[in-house]
């Protein structure tokens, strides 16, 4: 009877030892951090993956996510600093750095997004209403996100958490004045291109004008110089021939009315001439010379 009781107590023993054994351990995976608490109350922190110990059914085990976590921010509309409104879309990424502070703070990640949300999205309308519309699309975008994130993580600090980073997803005009503005630039560019077209014809006119006038100054000292070496000429000429009949009067007359008749028998016409004009002179006589009136006529 009593090794019957023995060996019931040593099994219980056995039992509750193999139990407080296993409530003893747990393990932190490797996205994973820990709290440890002793009836209820936070006593030390794990951030180290592995086996751990604890104290068996005093103390119990809490596990937070230490990855980084995203945050969508609500669709906002905002006027910034130059009077336009905005529709502006962003997002950011954070993680839990102190898991204490945060279960103090917020208790649960749900907690932490509703309470952060709000933080960003102060934190986003005061970069807004800090800067004009060029610098948030283009000019100075990463500066202003950056300056969200920093004034963020100076309140998410209180709640245990570190905010990675704050991006504006979308930051447009709403849809209304986007067509307003859209129809505004169109009308600009129309402008602007009438007024580069209107320049344009004024420059081609003038070049044409210039043109125009370089080629008839051009057509005028080119006929000057023509007619000018066509007198030349002309006088040249006429100074040939009178030095050549200067020289030989009568081979001159001859040389001319050979020419002349040569000329008139090339025509393929008719003449019709008195026998006694001047112009068959040498054909009546080898000199050329008419014979005078009252003078007996040369036999033939």
């Not at 209820?40 to 592995?50: D, R």
């Not at 000429?233 to 200067?246: C, N, S, V, W």
Request: glycine share 6%; charged share 25%; proline share 4%.
């Amino acid at each position: 009877m009593n090794r019957s009781i023995f060996g019931g107590v040593a099994a219980f023993v056995a039992v509750v030892a193999a139990v407080a054994g296993y409530s003893a351990l747990y393990t932190v995976g490797q996205t994973e951090q820990a709290i440890v608490l002793r009836f209820g109350q936070p006593v030390g922190t794990v951030t180290e993956p592995g086996l751990h110990v604890k104290l068996p059914f005093i103390e119990s085990v809490t596990r937070i996510d230490k990855r980084i976590l995203d945050l969508d921010l609500p669709e906002r509309e905002a006027t910034a600093n130059d009077q336009k409104r905005l529709v502006v879309d962003a997002f950011s990424r954070y993680r839990i750095v102190n898991p204490l502070r945060f279960r103090q703070a917020v208790g649960t990640i749900e907690q932490a997004n509703a309470r952060l949300s709000n933080v960003l999205t102060d934190a986003l309308l005061e970069a807004i209403r800090a800067s004009t519309f060029q610098q948030i699309v283009r000019d100075r975008r990463d500066q202003i996100m950056a300056r969200i994130r920093d004034q963020a993580n100076r309140e998410a600090d209180r709640f245990g958490i570190e905010i990675v980073d704050v991006r504006i997803r979308r930051a447009d005009l709403p849809e209304q004045n986007s067509k307003a503005v859209f129809e505004r630039m169109q009308s600009e560019r129309a402008q602007e291109a009438a007024e580069i077209r209107a320049r344009g014809a004024e420059q081609a006119q003038g070049i044409t004008a210039r043109s125009d006038r370089d080629a008839q100054v051009i057509v005028a000292e080119a006929n000057r110089d023509a007619e000018k070496l066509r007198g030349q000429g002309d006088a040249d000429k006429t100074r040939i021939l009178a030095e050549a009949y200067a020289a030989n009067p009568d081979f001159f007359a001859f040389s001319r009315s050979m020419e002349a008749y040569e000329k008139s028998l090339k025509t393929g016409g008719r003449l019709v001439l008195s026998p006694s004009s001047p112009f068959f002179r040498f054909f009546e006589q080898s000199s050329g010379v008419l014979p005078s009136a009252g003078a007996p006529a040369p036999a033939r």
